[in-house]
């Protein structure tokens, strides 16, 4: 969609448009994501996104391993989601190698994957509320949260941002002991942290008058566009893949997708904190049904896993959006060929869209507004 | 007088305030990270010295120490000149501002109109800076920089003009002596009668100072510290200085004209050490405001600062000087003033609340490219 911006003809002078560069070392941009502003005073004309700084090839690399050690790429495609993005990749393989996973392992899985939600949506409330000028507060609120839950995952996983705990089949071992207290703990904790942020920065007259009304996008435009996650239900759009086609054991709880009206920034903000709510209310219940003790891994693995021939798409809900894994085997223990459908990647695209013909300031906000992760949109 | 010569007198009262002022930053950098740290459930600089207390001191001889860059592409002497501009303003402002009775360098009686006057030296310095580094940032800041001081300039200038003119005298109503203003809130500060001028003040102060929600010249986010964004070592630590000059500056101002200075609510023969104490609590007051505002609030956009000043601010600030001017015209008592101008309070905070609901809705159809079609 091209932008024409036309300079109001009272101008006297000739005025030529300026370049700014946003990017890739900049305080705003997010990660290494680079964009050249073309701006006409303090207005946006043009936006021109460069990305691939952080390309490292993760979709050929993970041909190369076998389909185990491929969980590790998993890790660092998504690296504030990682066990959501985990969670695709093995169900993929899952499907494809016709795996049926333990009841105990689906239950660790959901929690850990829902409270990996809330952190990565708290660290999305911390960066946004730095790139709409709020000093550091936010910030640390924030990060108290998922500090908490971080340290919940490393006392599991025995790591502390690379996780590599889902298998094809289950999980790599299971939970210590003492796990439900410290989950219901955490997320205690986290309902806590989420009604701080919420009192922090929704009521907050600037706040409100920076985010509401901006950048609004229709909910024909988003699905043309390809958005998805909560970049997609801030529009109007009632589209949660949990939900949509549930994978995992996600039909078993109880919970709601929180959608906009505007599709402006500011319901972006308020789908993701009410998606917060959500999840925990997810892990909740999750807590509740989880099986006691049995088996976290498939009885009788292989300790090579063999594919049949085949390809398949699966596709899960990760915090930034549609996360999808196009594997194609052709028997062996490698992927043939691997493919990853990135939410952040998509989402980005609209960027140029939404942001021509608002102030710089703005440009700002409504990037950070779509939560990207360089890593996921680079691969 | 300090000393009986006035020649030794003088320079001596000027030596305090070249110490005094160099002090300011570190001192006020150090209370902002620490309360800071607070809100933010952090414990600010605790490694240098007994709870962080020499960390500020640590960071003034680093900067003092470091290297002096200059991109080789900047305009020179525009460059190299551009702190000095900001922050010689600042030191010539606090030549006239009393701290106590006793305790100034010079009380003329244009103190107020002195103050006022060469502290908007300083935007010269931010035009400069942004210009002189040919960086876009910093031009970009620079342009802000000048926008925004100049208008919030006015409200600030009209909310310590409607002081000074119902001001109590010996003789009379109106000074713009300083100690003069201060000497006529023995019993009740101006703040009680001009609750709408305080209130423009806080916020115009707020402004000038560019914080939050008005650091929109400096923005981290946007234009990585604006003016700035060039400078390092001894000259960035000069505008760090006249930034935090300026604070202490306004601190001291608003508790001087609103909040009695040396003499609410002690009366006017409080003792030397007193009179200190109360200033110090006044301005620290000011102080504490700026800083929790600095924590707590996001950033206006451009427009919206414009159109704040512009269409809130000045209107209501020429409402308080109309006011004042009906007051001393027909000779009404202090307290329909008190009343006038706290219902005219009322106003704007309702006015300013319902303009950044409306502002919020959806707006700006003539900048947007996505289509607002819905389907139900």
Redesign the interface.
């Known amino acids: 969609?091209t932008?024409e911006y036309q300079a109001p003809a009272e101008h006297e002078l000739e005025t030529i448009d300026?370049?700014?560069?946003v990017g890739p070392q900049?305080?705003?941009t997010h990660g290494v994501f680079r964009m050249i502003l073309t701006v006409d005073g303090?207005?946006v004309v043009d936006v021109d996104p460069v990305i691939g700084y952080m390309h490292r090839g993760a979709e050929k690399l993970s041909e190369n391993c076998d389909y185990r050690q491929a969980i590790g790429y998993q890790d660092r495609t998504d690296y504030l989601a990682q066990f959501n993005t985990e969670l695709g990749y093995v169900l993929a393989v899952e499907k494809l190698a016709g795996l049926e996973v333990p009841e105990r392992a689906e239950y660790i899985r959901v929690i850990l994957s829902e409270l990996n939600r809330i952190s990565s949506h708290f660290m999305f409330t911390g960066a946004f509320?730095?790139?709409?000028?709020?000093?550091?507060?936010p910030?640390?609120?924030s990060f108290?949260e998922r500090e908490t839950i971080q340290d919940f995952f490393e006392e599991i996983t025995g790591e502390r941002m690379m996780y590599n705990y889902f298998r094809p089949g289950g999980v790599a071992w299971d939970v210590p002991e003492g796990f439900e207290e410290r989950c219901r703990y955490v997320l205690a904790e986290a309902r806590k942290g989420i009604e701080d942020i919420d009192g922090?920065?929704t009521e907050?007259?600037?706040?409100?008058?920076?985010?509401?009304?901006l950048?609004?996008?229709?909910?024909?435009?988003a699905i043309n566009w390809g958005l998805s996650g909560p970049m997609l239900r801030a529009c109007?759009v009632k589209h949660d893949l949990r939900r949509a086609e549930p994978y995992s054991i996600y039909d078993r709880f109880d919970f709601q997708i929180p959608t906009g009206t505007?599709g402006?920034v500011?319901d972006r903000y308020l789908v993701r904190l009410e998606e917060m709510r959500q999840s925990a209310l997810i892990v909740e219940q999750a807590l509740a049904q989880i099986p006691k003790d049995g088996p976290t891994m498939v009885e009788g693995m292989k300790r090579i896993l063999r594919l049949p021939p085949g390809e398949i798409y699966m596709r899960t809900e990760t915090p930034r959006g549609e996360y999808g894994i196009y594997l194609v085997s052709k028997g062996g223990d490698k992927p043939y060929r691997l493919k990853i459908r990135s939410p952040a990647f998509s989402n980005l695209s609209a960027l140029k869209?939404?942001s021509?013909?608002?102030?710089?300031?703005?440009a700002?906000i409504i990037l950070g507004s779509i939560d990207i992760v360089l890593c996921e949109v680079d691969r | 007088m300090i000393a009986d010569n006035p020649w030794v007198d003088a320079l001596l009262r000027l030596a305090v305030i070249a110490v005094l002022l160099p002090l300011t930053p570190i001192v006020l950098n150090y209370l902002e990270r620490k309360i800071f740290g607070r809100i933010q459930m952090r414990l600010g600089p605790m490694r240098v010295g007994p709870h962080g207390t020499l960390q500020t001191i640590a960071d003034t001889i680093k900067l003092l120490t470091k290297e002096d860059l200059r991109p080789s592409s900047a305009d020179r002497w525009t460059f190299e000149l551009a702190p000095y501009v900001v922050v010689v303003p600042v030191f010539l402002a606090f030549v006239t501002l009393p701290f106590t009775a006793d305790l100034f360098v010079r009380n003329l009686s244009m103190g107020l109109f002195f103050i006022v006057a060469v502290s908007s030296m300083s935007i010269v310095g931010f035009v400069m800076a942004g210009w002189g580094s040919d960086n876009k940032y910093a031009l970009l800041g620079g342009v802000r920089a000048a926008a925004q001081l100049i208008s919030y300039e006015i409200p600030l200038i009209l909310a310590v003009v409607a002081v000074a003119m119902i001001a109590h005298t010996g003789d009379g109503r109106g000074s713009l002596n300083l100690a003069e203003i201060v000497d006529g809130q023995g019993r009740v500060p101006y703040l009680v009668w001009q609750p709408l001028a305080f209130f423009l003040f806080a916020v115009a102060g707020l402004a000038e100072v560019y914080r939050q929600p008005f650091d929109i010249p400096v923005a981290e986010s946007e234009v990585v510290g604006g003016p700035f964004v060039e400078y390092s070592g001894i000259r960035w630590s000069m505008f760090q200085l006249a930034e935090y000059g300026t604070t202490f500056l306004l601190s001291v101002l608003g508790a001087l004209i609103f909040l009695g200075g040396w003499n609410w609510p002690l009366g006017n023969e409080a003792g030397a050490a007193l009179q200190v104490v109360l200033i110090v609590l006044k301005t620290s007051a000011f102080l504490l405001f700026f800083i929790w505002m600095r924590a707590a609030m996001p950033r206006l956009r451009i427009d919206q600062m414009m159109s704040f000043c512009w269409q809130v601010l000045l209107p209501f600030a020429f409402l308080q000087i109309i006011l004042n001017g009906l007051v001393l015209v027909y000779d009404w008592p202090d307290w329909t003033l008190g009343v006038l101008s706290g219902s005219a309070t009322l106003l704007a905070a309702y006015l300013t609340y319902r303009g950044a609901r409306q502002a919020a809705e959806p707006y700006s159809p003539r900048f947007t490219t996505v289509t607002y079609e819905r389907v139900s």
Request: net charge negative; glycine share 10%.
């Open positions: 969609m932008t300026l370049n700014i560069n900049h305080p705003a303090e207005v509320g730095t790139d709409i000028g709020l000093f550091g507060t910030f640390m609120y108290r922090l920065m907050n007259e600037v706040f409100v008058a920076r985010c509401r009304g950048s609004p996008v229709s909910p024909e435009d109007g505007n402006d500011f869209a939404m021509a013909g608002n102030y710089v300031a703005d700002i």
